[in-house]
């Protein structure tokens, strides 16, 4: 879900584009394991598992796409 570059990294010969391979980072070092479970229940691709000593932390997951932008949304109130 994160990335460096929002669109890829530019031009690349074709002889290093075959050369390229994806790497799955299974295992999660930095998030707190509040934010790998949510990120584990809202994407397909990939499930990660915590990895060293992950904090518990806490997390909430807001999905806005279908809000009308004139609409306040008051995270506060539970």
Do not use: F, W
Request: aromatic share 6%; proline share 3%.
């Amino acid at each position: 879900m994160q990335s460096i570059y929002s669109d890829g990294v530019g031009e690349l010969r074709a002889d290093y584009k075959e050369k390229l391979i994806l790497i799955q980072k299974e295992e999660n070092y930095r998030c707190a394991t509040s934010v790998i479970d949510v990120l584990n229940k809202i994407r397909s691709d990939i499930r990660q598992v915590p990895a060293g000593e992950n904090q518990p932390g806490s997390a909430v997951y807001l999905n806005l796409s279908n809000i009308n932008s004139d609409e306040v949304v008051d995270v506060a109130k539970g």
